[in-house]
């Protein structure tokens, strides 16, 4: 079983930046951040792949948002910047158990707890 720890979340003024943390427990896996607002879906923000890094990003946070990890430190990072209203959700970070991370939550294997960002206008 994979524990994924998740932290960073907080309330930030619009324009302002945060960095969320994901801690994983065991081997290395593809990794995601999802996020879901009050009444809606969870959708997609990024993920990276557990070997070289490849990264893929929804539309909504391309240019503002990077997804990284270290590798040393079993642990993947989603730096947020110039964040907005509508970036207001719990942000997820979910563990798949093969190389490649995709878009559908549906592919995930692992879940954290969740940590809430908000953005204030």
């Known amino acids: 079983q994979v524990q994924l720890v998740e932290s960073g979340g907080g309330l930030v003024q619009a324009g302002g930046s945060l960095r969320l943390s994901c801690a994983a427990s065991?081997?290395?896996?593809?990794m995601g951040w999802f996020r879901q607002a009050p009444g809606k879906e969870r959708t997609f923000v990024a993920a990276i792949t557990w070997s070289e890094g490849s990264t893929y990003y929804a539309d909504s946070g391309k240019g503002r948002f990077t997804i990284s990890r270290d590798n040393a430190k079993n642990t993947v990072y989603l730096q947020m910047n110039s964040l907005k209203p509508e970036d207001t959700a719990v942000y997820y970070c979910?563990?798949?158990?093969?190389?490649?991370?995709?878009?559908?939550?549906?592919?995930?294997?692992?879940w954290g707890q969740g940590t809430q960002v908000t953005v204030s206008s």
């Open positions: 979910a563990a798949r158990n093969r190389v490649v991370g995709t878009t559908n939550r549906y592919d995930y294997d692992f």
């Open positions: 065991g081997r290395r896996y593809a």
